[in-house]
């Protein structure tokens, strides 16, 4: 095939120790392999003409593959599914979910496709391609990602993953000229996603409400296999009860760094919610900018179902319906007690979190009124929440409150001076000295977040053939703690015309 190749935006640059050369590589099928009730054997409809946008350096370094001998019009091809890696079965997987509190029995990869998965020394990595076209899923869709979402996903994963949260990542993105039909026409790009696994909790309600249970058990012994080699020799039902028990776990850390950060995930359906707790298929999402614990980043979303305040609790909501997913296997009590384990999980990683941004080593009862107050602080006064705790950082170095003021406006500075009073009265019981924790603040506090209006300049330019603002904000947000002084303005918080984005949710 002819392809056209974009060689810009391409840089990578990784030694060549321990890494396995692209040709040598085969795919393994697990998944695939468990039969026809999981997925739709299909084949990708590749682009005529791919223009490799972007490899992630990183993820090729997970993988083990040796970057040096990749050709750009060989990520091209890859990445489009024009041509697939040796031992390659892609298939479109299967799952029902609830999507807004609606069961839709009608789901499954719509537009993308299992490729296979990679073993590096041991470690099981999948590789998924999406914008692959239609599938048997497809329903009324088209079976493609425009480049708007495709980047926005290939961000996502990214930041995330740099600031300590499990998330899907992905290998690469590649663009095209194929025109796609949304509120306008815009053009089509695929990504290769990477992930330990992309078993969803709908894959289990699937197959709980087609009752398919002979399926459901090859499943769940599957996932245990993979996560929980220690149970594996317990009765299923057992395993069924130590698979939710661990999804839960995962979840509740995935959710209390959600909080912590501010990213509000924006399409909270179960069958957006992975099994191993990865941040998963990302659409409208946003981070916060001005602290606003009501934030809703979905447009569609007119109840607020999924706002970021209310995260915690429909992922709880969420893993009721994943517990009902098991409920033919696991007593009620048991589903009870089970998720009885989310709340505490949930406060304990979020304590920890937020007590490493506000410095604190040692633990004491009063750190969560303490942090209560600041976010009330920074609630009341509109404050962007990034900035505040990296200039808070700052003032535990420098015992300078200017930077904190100038963020809050002024009818919040009384608030702000007793904060700090407090404040500085819980650090004088701390064992240690300013300036290490102000070092440990600045490895917690962001510099860089994916702001909405950051990733919408860097899609506009990549939509006028630009992708060098796209490889600038990869970089700031894949070490986002880091001080990269020449991209100050990168770290500012949005104009007022950039705060309230209307981020489509069609992708
Ligand atoms: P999402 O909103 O991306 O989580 O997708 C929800 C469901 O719609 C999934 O089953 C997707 O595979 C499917 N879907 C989303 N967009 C498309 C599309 N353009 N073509 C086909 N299926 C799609
Ligand atoms: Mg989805």
């Known amino acids: 095939m002819a392809a056209a190749i974009h060689t810009a935006a391409i840089e990578i640059s990784m030694t060549t120790a321990n890494t396995i050369k692209l040709s040598q590589l085969r795919l393994s099928n697990h998944y695939a392999n468990l039969g026809v009730a999981f997925g739709h054997k299909t084949t990708p409809q590749p682009f005529t003409n791919p223009k490799l946008i972007h490899v992630?350096?990183?993820v090729l370094a997970l993988l083990g593959i040796d970057s040096q001998e990749v050709k750009p019009c060989q990520w091209a091809t890859l990445g489009c599914g024009a041509k697939l890696l040796p031992g390659s079965?892609?298939?479109?997987m299967k799952y029902t979910g609830h999507q807004f509190g609606i069961y839709n029995p009608e789901l499954g990869d719509g537009r993308a496709l299992l490729l296979g998965e990679i073993n590096n020394n041991g470690e099981l990595w999948e590789l998924h391609l999406k914008g692959a076209g239609k599938t048997p899923y497809s329903r009324f869709g088209d079976g493609r990602a425009v480049l708007r979402s495709t980047i926005r996903e290939y961000l996502a994963g990214e930041a995330l993953t740099a600031l300590g949260i499990n998330s899907t990542r992905a290998l690469c993105l590649v663009g095209s000229d194929e025109p796609v039909q949304r509120e306008t026409i815009e053009t089509a790009a695929m990504l290769i996603r990477v992930a330990r696994s992309h078993i969803r909790f709908g894959h289990f309600e699937y197959l709980f409400y087609t009752r398919q249970l002979q399926a459901q058990q090859e499943l769940i012994k599957f996932t245990c296999a993979r996560f929980l080699p220690e149970v594996t020799a317990l009765p299923i039902a057992e395993q069924a009860e130590q698979l939710l028990r661990f999804s839960l776990c995962k979840t509740a850390e995935m959710v209390a760094g959600w909080q912590?950060?501010?990213?509000?995930?924006?399409?909270?359906?179960?069958?957006?919610?992975?099994?191993?707790g990865d941040s998963f298929d990302f659409g409208p999402y946003g981070f916060i900018d001005d602290y606003e614990p009501g934030f809703i980043c979905n447009h569609s979303d007119h109840s607020g179902r999924y706002a970021f305040d209310n995260q915690p609790g429909v992922v709880l909501w969420n893993l009721n319906a994943l517990a009902h997913a098991l409920s033919n296997l696991v007593g009620h009590d048991k589903l009870r007690d089970c998720l009885a384990e989310f709340k505490p999980l949930l406060t304990e990683a979020y304590s920890a979190r937020m007590r490493a941004k506000l410095g604190l080593q040692t633990k004491q009862q009063a750190d969560q009124p303490l942090c209560a107050d600041f976010l009330a602080l920074l609630a009341a006064g509109r404050t962007d929440y990034t900035l505040a705790f990296r200039a808070l950082s700052h003032y535990c170095c420098n015992q300078s409150v200017d930077a904190l003021r100038q963020l809050l406006p002024p009818q919040q500075h009384p608030a702000l001076e007793a904060w700090l009073q407090q404040y500085n009265q819980r650090l004088a019981q701390e064992p240690f000295f300013n300036k290490q924790r102000s070092t440990l603040m600045l490895a917690h506090n962001p510099k860089f977040i994916l702001r909405n209006y950051l990733a919408q300049q860097v899609i506009e330019a990549a939509q006028q053939?630009?992708?060098?603002?796209?490889k600038l904000l990869f970089k700031l947000i894949s070490k986002p703690f880091d001080e990269h002084p020449q991209y100050e303005s990168w770290a500012?918080?949005?104009p007022e015309s950039g705060k309230h984005l209307s981020i489509s949710c069609s992708s």
Not at 89 to 92: K, T, V
Not at 260 to 276: C, E, K, P, Q, R
Request: glycine share 10%; aromatic share 6%; hydrophobic share 50%.
């Open 56 to 58: 992630n350096p990183a």
């Open 89 to 92: 079965q892609p298939l479109a």
């Open 260 to 276: 912590a950060v501010g990213f509000a995930h924006g399409v909270l359906n179960t069958d957006n919610m992975s099994i191993i």
């Open 465 to 470: 053939g630009d992708f060098q603002p796209l």
């Open 492 to 494: 500012a918080a949005p």
